[in-house]
């Protein structure tokens, strides 16, 4: 793009520097406290995936009793035991991006007669809430780190622009303005020494 070899625009450029520069390292911060927080999402994320296998791997035990299930009626199935009603969550705000917390996974109310089932059943809507439960937290740790990836590459993005580009642009504009500058300032002192010269002879 081309540039105004003018005072003004030296100071612009100048401006333009500083302001890059001061902004640089608050970018730089960012980036850094988003790939923590993401390392951290994944940690948990991976901890709680392998709680959910392991409480799946549980089942295996209840294999055998689950089959009854199939025994039922269907209006008295255990998946209609265990509905769940909706997830909540709470904002949370890091370094600039506003992301879901996990808070709790609420279920719809339904009443059954103990007398219909047996005696597992109870614990089997226990382990299964709580599988769901597990579902709803690792759906939003990973809304979290989708959010948060999302917020990484663009602040990256705009740290490459500073590093790469902006910086370097407004440094090579102000040396191109200086050398200019220089160059006129040298330009009309050798002007003046020669009108100078001029006066002279012709006194």
Do not use: C
Request: net charge neutral; proline share 2%.
């Amino acid at each position: 793009m081309a540039i105004k070899l003018t005072k003004n625009e030296l100071k612009k450029q100048k401006d333009n520097l500083k302001q890059f520069e001061r902004y640089l390292p608050t970018l730089q911060l960012k980036k850094q406290q988003l790939q923590s927080v993401i390392m951290r999402v994944q940690g948990e994320l991976d901890e709680k995936e392998e709680q959910r296998a392991d409480m799946i791997g549980d089942l295996d035990d209840w294999i055998a009793v689950f089959a009854e299930n199939e025994i039922f009626e269907e209006t008295l199935k255990l998946d209609k035991l265990v509905q769940p009603d909706k997830v909540i969550t709470r904002e949370d705000n890091i370094a600039g991006v506003k992301i879901p917390a996990f808070e709790e996974l609420t279920f719809k109310e339904i009443l059954y007669n103990v007398d219909d089932y047996p005696l597992w059943v109870d614990t089997a809507v226990y382990k299964l809430r709580e599988i769901a439960r597990l579902d709803a937290l690792v759906m939003t740790l990973r809304k979290q780190k989708e959010l948060l990836e999302a917020e990484l590459r663009t602040t990256s993005q705009r740290v490459n622009l500073f590093e790469k580009v902006k910086i370097p642009e407004a440094r090579e504009n102000i040396r191109v303005i200086q050398v200019y500058l220089g160059d006129q300032q040298t330009a009309a002192v050798v002007r003046g020494k020669i009108a100078k010269r001029k006066l002279l002879v012709e006194v």
